[in-house]
């Protein structure tokens, strides 16, 4: 287990489509527990593999006071509803903006065993699985900025 570092922009693989995993095996494992460790040092609520520079469909969400999820080749099968929400990333150091997400999501994934997974996220979980989901296609929040007066620098780092 290890605190790897946080890929941020401009690096190139923010902005790689991840691979299929096809294969749950010891390097995944290790992959995940990474993630974790990362995720937690950070702090964060999410991560997606390509934020430690693994161009992989792996991410981990983990809500204050949640159980922590683990998906692995995750997909959108279901949005609904629309709301603004003010969003930040890693990998985007420094800024927050305002964009649109879904207030519901469902999403079906493979859990770290391997199992398939279905959940369904409301406000806050939908709004991560999103975000996280964006980044394994090589999407950054700011992507969905809709004028430069919804991003903004923080002055102090969150
Ligand atoms: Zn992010």
């Known amino acids: 287990m290890a605190v790897l570092k946080i890929r941020t922009l401009p690096d190139p693989v923010l902005r790689r489509k ?37 161009s992989l469909r792996v ?10 999820i683990t ?3 995750p997909a959108i099968i279901k949005k609904q509803g629309e709301r603004i929400v003010a969003e930040a990333c890693l990998s985007v150091p420094g800024y927050q903006g305002e964009i649109k997400r879904a207030v519901t999501v469902k999403v079906k994934a493979q859990d770290r065993q391997g199992r398939e997974i279905r959940l369904k996220g409301e406000e806050l979980l939908a709004h991560a699985l999103e975000h996280e989901l ?19 620098k923080l002055t102090q780092q969150l």
């Open 134 to 152: 964006d980044h394994l296609n090589g999407i950054l929040y700011i992507d969905h900025i809709e004028s430069p007066d919804k991003l903004w």
């Open 18 to 54: 991840a691979k299929k995993v096809t294969k749950i095996d010891g390097s995944i494992q290790k992959l995940i527990d990474d993630m974790i460790d990362t995720m937690h040092a950070a702090p964060g609520v999410g991560l997606a593999a390509p934020q430690i520079g693994v």
């Open 71 to 73: 998906l692995i080749n």
């Open 59 to 68: 991410a981990v969400i983990e809500l204050p006071g949640e159980e922590l």
